[in-house]
């Protein structure tokens, strides 16, 4: 069983900062990439930023929407994963859920997920 503790979410104004965090516990056999997804009510989950869990810097991957406001970060040691978002917009109120992508040693990846915490951006 792998949990995801998500903790950073809250209510803030127009061209505020707010960070995220994200730790696995459990038992993992390999992490290949932990991120972040978003989704409002009636929309499609979607990635707002994902980052390899490679050893050493992993290759962080972001929707045109967030770069070059969001930074995405790790920490293997203590599986964990960051999200400082900065300059924020209210099309970036939803709620955000953590991403674990578990390897299986054979070919397929196993999708963890986090309960969601819900960021409000007013105008």
């Known amino acids: 069983q792998v949990n995801l503790m998500e903790s950073g979410g809250g209510s803030v104004q127009a061209g505020e900062s707010l960070s995220l965090s994200c730790a696995a516990y459990g038992n993992i056999f390999v992490i290949k990439s932990m991120g972040w997804y978003r989704q409002t009510p009636g929309n499609p989950r979607e990635l707002v930023a994902d980052?390899?869990?490679?050893?050493?810097?992993?290759?962080?991957n972001y929707s045109d929407s967030v770069k070059g406001r969001f930074t995405i970060s790790k920490d293997n040691s203590q599986r964990t994963v960051y999200l400082d978002m900065k300059n924020l917009k209210p099309e970036d109120t939803a709620v955000y859920y953590c991403?674990?992508?578990?390897?299986?040693?054979?070919?397929?990846?196993?999708?963890?997920w986090g309960q969601g915490t819900q960021v409000t951006v007013s105008a």
């Open positions: 980052i390899e869990f490679r050893i050493g810097d992993g290759v962080a």
């Open positions: 991403n674990l992508k578990e390897g299986s040693g054979w070919g397929y990846n196993y999708d963890h």
